[in-house]
């Protein structure tokens, strides 16, 4: 009699390496996975670098604004006291009256106690004005001269509200007691100035980058 032969089973082809060919599609998958979470990562870390570069431009903005329009409110501030009379550092002097009280408004000369802290304060108040004014632009289409000097305006209209409606006197700019009420009117006309000039200046300093 014959032996019979074991039985060999035949597996298709497609099946002979289904081990191999499972590993290999988790393999894929992983690859696959791997590479999301890093164009993720990536896309992350893009968006981060684009506010932090927003973040710094509205500072640079800020600076650039702020600065002009100390300038321009501090200059016009001491033709309209020389105008009136009075010594053109009056109104520089009367803005420390935060610290000294309404006797630094009587102070004619340059000193450190009241024309260095009164124009500090000054500055800083335009910085201040200049934020929240850059913060708006950055945040919108670029401005013509016009629709810079509107949105300037508001700000120029806002800042004389609480300067002398909402804050303390001992808060307020000082002027009062040094110039009249169409003066101080009128700086805030240069404020708005200053802030649509400073406002352009910066504008064109972003195109360029």
């Known amino acids: ?5 074991p039985v060999v089973p035949c597996l298709a082809p497609g099946l ?13 998958a992983d690859t696959r996975n791997r590479g999301s979470v890093r164009q993720l990562k990536e896309g992350e870390l893009v968006l981060r670098r684009f506010e932090v570069n927003g973040f710094l431009n509205v500072g640079l903005s800020t600076v650039v604004t702020g600065t002009v329009v ?14 009136e009379g009075k010594s053109a550092l009056q109104p520089t002097n009367a803005t420390s009256h935060w610290l000294h009280g309404d006797k630094a408004g009587a102070v004619r000369k340059a000193d450190l106690a009241h024309t260095a802290v009164g124009f500090g304060t000054h500055h800083a108040s335009a910085m201040f004005w200049a934020a929240p004014f ?23 209209m806002i800042a004389a509200v609480v300067d002398y ?10 002027w009062e007691t040094v110039l009249s009420k169409r003066s101080i009117a009128a700086t805030y006309v240069a404020l708005a100035l200053g802030l649509a000039a400073g406002g352009l200046i910066a504008q064109a300093m972003r195109k360029t980058d």
């Open 165 to 174: 409606l909402v804050v303390p006197k001992r808060l307020t700019p000082g």
């Open 134 to 156: 850059e913060a708006w632009l950055a945040r919108n289409p670029q401005r013509s001269p016009l629709l810079m000097l509107r949105d300037a305006s508001a700000v120029a």
């Open 16 to 28: 002979s390496g289904g081990g191999r060919s499972s590993s290999s599609g988790h393999g894929i």
């Open 70 to 83: 100390s300038f321009v409110t501090a200059a016009v501030l001491a033709l309209l006291a020389k105008a």
């Open 1 to 5: 009699m014959l032996a019979h032969e």
